[in-house]
């Protein structure tokens, strides 16, 4: 277990139905490259997230597939459709196996 | 393990692009790139990438160690074809993306972006 995560993301509280909302996520993590030496010369492991997913009411809208080159505390900008109220449910998976969850809920 | 020389993975971006296209033709419209002209920390950088109707879209740093940065798969509740991120750049390169079109076509941006300290420790 990466120590430390924490996941935030910023939707509004409420839309019309039908209207086009953006999320701003953001999750603290180090994102360790795997490129990196540690003072005595080791290649530091890597460990990042490597998938991060967002769906509403189970319908996806926007998968994401992240490689060592995305920069510590992953942070993603993006736009949804909101056909209805509901809730916007949120997944990072760890290089670890460890699977991060945040939902939020919009009324329309 | 070794470490690659700076600049290897030029071709092994090449690589990397003609997997997601699977060879096929790639057209130069269609997809909008931002970056910054000059990033003085290649750590965090932030990029956007836009195209209309794709239904994923790729991107590349190609002078990075590994020319990988993100793929954005668009789901059926996306509101636009856009996402924006930061990313890391090992030095001045050129980052691309490229966008799987509706159709099955697919198209190609591509920005310089001059670094002034670099992003990948080593």
Known sequence: ?108 | MTVLPFRASAAAAEDVINEFTGGAAVADAGIDLTAPEIAENGNTVPVSVSAEGATSILLLATGNPTPGVATFNFGPLAGAQSASTRIRLAGTQDVVAIAKLADGSFARASKTVKVTIGGCGG
């Not at chain 1, 890597?46 to 189970?58: A, E």
């Not at chain 1, 597939?65 to 760890?94: C, H, M, R």
């Open chain 1, 1 to 108: 277990m990466a120590s430390g995560v924490k996941p935030r993301v910023k939707v509004p509280k409420k839309a019309a139905a039908g209207d086009v909302i953006t999320i701003k996520s953001l999750i603290s993590h180090k994102m360790e490259s795997g490129q990196r030496k540690d003072g005595s010369g080791n290649l530091i492991p890597r460990s990042i997230i490597n998938r991060f997913t967002c769906d509403f009411n189970g319908q996806n809208v926007i998968d994401v597939t992240l490689e060592p080159a995305i920069s510590t505390n992953p942070y993603f900008e993006f736009e949804a459709q909101v056909p209805e109220a509901g809730e916007f449910k949120f997944t990072w998976y760890d290089d670890d196996g460890d699977v991060y969850e945040e939902t939020k809920s919009i009324a329309v």
